[in-house]
């Protein structure tokens, strides 16, 4: 059974840095796809930033691009999301999640994902 857990949430001002992290165990995801989805008040779920499994590629939503980043420690089972110049639009509660076989065409859809984490609160305030 896998279990995802989040960390690293918390409130920052307007242009505020967090990283937050994903640590994996009961399984080795190695070989699976991770991404981070938000969930801001009144809104569906969105893909924010995805990783494949060998780290080499990212892929990012066009809001988050030069701003986030997506990276994965294989050995920790771990991935981590640096989010850099925050604004009150990033606010949501964010979620890590595991796939297979997931590619730019639809690493941000998250009925293609079978693992998810319980999720961690981001707050900015302007």
């Known amino acids: 059974q896998v279990r995802l857990v989040e960390s690293g949430g918390g409130s920052v001002q307007t242009g505020g840095s967090l990283e937050v992290s994903c640590a994996a165990s009961?399984?080795?995801?190695?070989?699976?796809?991770l991404a981070w989805f938000r969930q801001r008040p009144g809104k569906e779920r969105e893909g924010v930033a995805g990783?494949?499994?060998?780290?080499?590629?990212?892929f990012y939503i066009d809001d988050v691009k030069g701003r986030f980043t997506i990276s994965r420690d294989i050995a920790k089972n771990t991935v981590y999301l640096q989010m850099n110049n925050l604004n009150p639009d990033d606010t949501a509660k964010y979620y890590c999640?595991?796939?297979?076989?997931?590619?730019?065409?639809?690493?941000?859809?998250?009925?293609?994902?079978?693992?998810w984490g319980q999720g961690t609160q981001v707050t900015v305030s302007s």
């Open positions: 999640a595991a796939g297979i076989g997931l590619d730019g065409s639809n690493w941000y859809k998250p009925h293609a994902y079978g693992n």
């Open positions: 009961g399984a080795d995801l190695r070989y699976n796809f």
């Open positions: 990783i494949s499994s060998e780290g080499k590629t990212a």
